[in-house]
C-alpha cells in the first residue's frame, strides 16, 4: 500500500488566489513527520513547510500552510495569494519514528502546479 | 550557509566509462543521502550515509557505488551504467537519523545524467 497518496491531476490557480493541493498519508507508527517540498523545473528540492504528528496547531510558513487533519490522513497544502513563481512540482513525504537510526522520508507521486497570469 | 552543491550539474557519459558525482555542504550535518529520479516521479532513496558510514542501501546494483570521505563529502561512483540509469541524481543532507522527527533534508540541485 503507498504510504504517501497524491492523486490530483495537473492543478492551476490563478495568480493572487488560493490553491490547496491534497496529500494523504498511511501509517501505523504515533509518532511521524510530514514534509513538502516544491521542485521547479531546475531540478533542485526545495523545503516548504513541516508538520509533525503531536503538534496541536497547523504549521504555516508565510503563504504556505498545512491543513493537517490527522483523523483522515491528510496533510494538505496551501498557498495563499498565488505567484507566477509558484509553479512547480509539489511532493508530500513522511517520515515515521519507527525506521529510528535509518530514519528516511518517503515521497508521494508529486503534484503539477501551474500559477496562470 | 545552507547549500548542498552537486558537480557536475550535467553529464553524459558513454555505457563503459567511469564517472563520479559529488556532492558537499557545510552545514555540519551527519547524514548524506544519494537519491535517483525519473522525470515527473518521486525522488527514489539509493542510499545514505549516517557519521561517514553507510546506514541504508536501498538494493542499488553494484555499478553504483557511493562513498564519504568525510563528513562534508559524498561521492557516487558510477560505472558500466546503462541507459535507464539517465535521471537526475540529488544529494541532500540533514542534521543526522534518529533525532527530532523536523529534521529537514536539505537538497543539492542534482546532476542530470544521461548515459548514451
Known amino acids: 500500500a503507498q504510504k504517501i497518496t497524491q492523486t490530483q491531476p495537473g492543478m492551476f490557480v490563478q495568480e493572487k488566489e488560493a490553491v490547496t493541493l491534497d496529500c494523504t498519508y498511511d501509517t501505523s507508527d504515533p509518532s511521524y513527520g510530514l514534509f513538502w517540498y516544491k521542485q521547479p523545473s531546475s531540478g533542485e528540492m526545495i523545503f516548504l513547510i513541516y508538520?509533525?504528528?503531536?503538534?496541536?496547531q497547523n504549521a504555516t510558513e508565510g503563504r504556505y500552510s498545512l491543513n493537517f487533519q490527522k483523523a483522515r490522513k491528510s496533510a494538505n497544502l496551501v498557498i495563499s495569494a498565488s505567484q507566477l513563481g509558484d509553479s512547480a512540482m509539489y511532493f508530500c513525504?513522511?517520515?515515521?519514528?519507527?525506521?529510528?537510526?535509518?530514519?528516511?522520508?518517503?515521497f508521494g507521486k508529486g503534484i503539477t502546479l501551474s500559477v496562470r497570469p | 550557509d545552507t547549500e548542498v552543491t552537486q558537480t557536475p550539474k550535467h553529464l553524459v557519459m558513454g555505457m563503459t566509462n567511469k564517472k563520479s558525482l559529488k556532492c558537499e555542504q557545510h552545514?555540519?550535518?551527519?547524514?548524506m543521502y544519494w537519491y535517483k529520479q525519473k522525470a515527473k516521479k518521486p525522488p527514489e532513496l539509493m542510499f545514505v550515509?549516517?557519521?561517514?558510514?553507510?546506514?541504508i542501501n536501498e538494493s542499488v546494483p553494484s555499478r553504483f557505488s557511493p562513498e564519504c570521505p568525510n563528513s562534508s563529502l559524498l561521492n557516487l561512483h558510477l560505472h558500466a551504467l546503462q541507459p535507464e540509469d539517465s535521471a537526475l541524481y540529488l544529494c541532500?543532507?540533514?542534521?543526522?537519523?534518529?533525532?527530532?522527527?523536523?529534521?529537514?533534508?536539505?537538497f543539492g540541485q542534482g546532476t542530470r545524467l544521461t548515459v548514451v
Open positions: 550515509y549516517s557519521y561517514e558510514k553507510l546506514s
Open positions: 513525504a513522511m517520515r515515521e519514528d519507527n525506521t529510528g537510526a535509518n530514519s528516511k522520508l518517503t
Open positions: 508538520q509533525g504528528s503531536y503538534d496541536q
Open positions: 552545514m555540519g550535518h551527519r547524514a
Open positions: 541532500a543532507s540533514s542534521q543526522d537519523l534518529g533525532s527530532a522527527m523536523n529534521t529537514e533534508a536539505f
